[in-house]
């Protein structure tokens, strides 16, 4: 164990991440239990890096948004004990909804950062299926009654049109023509073999249709056209602009990931695909969360000293294409930014909420690994109740 000497901040690396394949909500994962699919993403990162010691993990921590039932019982702890991990490894739960996972991540690397630990694992889960979004909630009827909130940001979708009305340029052309376009780079990023190398199989099981080895995303919808997405409905306000078409949808899925100091890094000859710059958190008003990562995003950038001329990829979450478009627009990127998400998004991929974070990372760690020109990258996602959460990270493959 290394001695860190105090105030000295150690530098953190990404090791490794992996996730489950995402699933609709009540399809592949029906009958799969969260925690179980937290249990595949933590053995699969040990499997996949055998030079880490078990013993030498320091803490689990794993987000759920719906912490009942099987995404309860500080799920951290459970799924490390389920996952074989010596007993000796404690863990915890986190929730910051939609940034669980970055928020594992930031919490877990601040602990390497000083000195307290040397590896964690970090990630998230959500199984919108078995826990539909709201379930259990008991919001503090001073919200509404004292107008503290919007009665509106209680409801993603709503949110969502609410950023149409702060922003008329983006029109729900623009929307959907970016929601054909992410489901026309997962459908590339398939093809070109980039998504599957960081997925874990899952072994589900359906009443009807028996065993399923997942090795796929079910979500995605690839011959998605701009034509077809025009006639869809707009469940969240009539004549609204927001469809099931230009959202991530309803989804189940896990996430994880190893983080480690450098030093320790070296010490165990395990990988480092990326090194955690520094990050953000923002609130926002909570009827238009959706604007939240251009706050975070900033907040992020002053503080690590770097603008946004420095960042060479983008990871954003596409909990709503209006979001993203906002976000693009704030920092004078085009709606096809060759940067942006590379891989596709949640649009197409699915967001299983509390999991996310992790899967933007992990994208861009392999996306880092084929642009060794660029220097830096971000995530960045939209949270509920109003927040913006970033991550920086630094390619070590960058050629310098
Ligand atoms: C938008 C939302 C309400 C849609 O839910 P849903 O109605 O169950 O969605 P479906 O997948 O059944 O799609 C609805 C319809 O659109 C169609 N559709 C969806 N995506 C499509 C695509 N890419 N191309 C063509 N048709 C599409 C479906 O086939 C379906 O058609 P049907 O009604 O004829 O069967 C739901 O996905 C949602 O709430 N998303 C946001 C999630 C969220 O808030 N996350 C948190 C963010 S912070």
Request: glycine share 12%; net charge negative.
């Amino acid at each position: 164990m290394f001695k860190a000497s105090r105030g000295a901040v150690r530098d953190v690396v990404f090791v490794d991440g992996v996730r489950t394949p995402f699933g609709k909500a009540r399809g592949v994962y029906a009958e799969t239990r969260a925690d179980d699919l937290v249990v595949r993403v933590i053995r699969d990162l040990m499997r996949r890096n055998p030079s880490l010691p078990p013993e030498r993990v320091d803490d689990v921590a794993i987000a759920a948004t719906t912490q009942i039932g099987d995404q309860g019982l500080t799920i951290g702890r459970v799924a490390g004990i389920l996952s074989g991990l010596p007993e000796s490894v404690p863990g915890y739960a986190i929730d910051r909804m939609c940034a669980g996972a970055v928020t594992a991540v930031t919490t877990t690397a601040s602990a390497i950062g000083i000195g307290a630990y040397d590896v964690a694992i970090a990630g998230g889960v959500e199984h919108m299926g078995r826990h539909p979004m709201g379930e259990g909630v008991d919001p503090n009827p001073r919200f509404v009654s004292e107008k503290l909130v919007d009665p509106s940001a209680l409801v993603m979708g709503m949110t969502a049109e609410n950023v149409h009305d702060r922003y008329p340029d983006i029109t729900k052309a623009r929307a959907d023509a970016y929601a054909a376009a992410s489901q026309e780079k997962v459908a590339k990023a398939y093809a070109d073999g980039k998504i599957q190398p960081d997925l874990v199989p899952v072994a589900a099981r359906h009443a009807e249709t028996g065993w399923e080895y997942v090795t796929v995303d079910e979500p995605p919808r690839p011959g998605t056209t701009v034509e077809t997405l025009a006639h869809l409905k707009t469940p969240f306000r009539p004549h609204g602009k927001v469809t099931a078409g230009n959202s991530a949808g309803i989804n189940d899925g896990a996430t994880g990931c190893i983080l480690a100091a450098s030093e320790v890094a070296d010490e165990l000859g395990l990988s480092k695909k990326m090194s955690l710059v520094g990050f953000g958190f923002v609130g926002v008003a909570p009827e238009v969360m959706g604007v939240g990562p251009i706050p975070s995003t900033e907040k992020a950038l002053a503080r690590t000293g770097l603008t946004i001329d420095d960042i060479g990829l983008f990871e954003l979450n596409e909990a709503f294409a209006v979001q993203v478009l906002a976000f693009l627009d704030h920092f004078g990127l085009a709606d096809d930014d060759p940067r942006v998400n590379p891989y596709g998004g949640a649009i197409a991929l699915g967001h299983p909420l509390a999991s996310s974070g992790v899967r933007l990372m992990t994208q861009l760690a392999s996306e880092f690994e084929e642009h060794p020109e660029v220097r830096y990258g971000l995530t960045a996602m939209c949270v509920g109740f109003g927040m913006g959460a970033t991550t920086i990270w630094e390619n070590p493959h960058h050629a310098g």
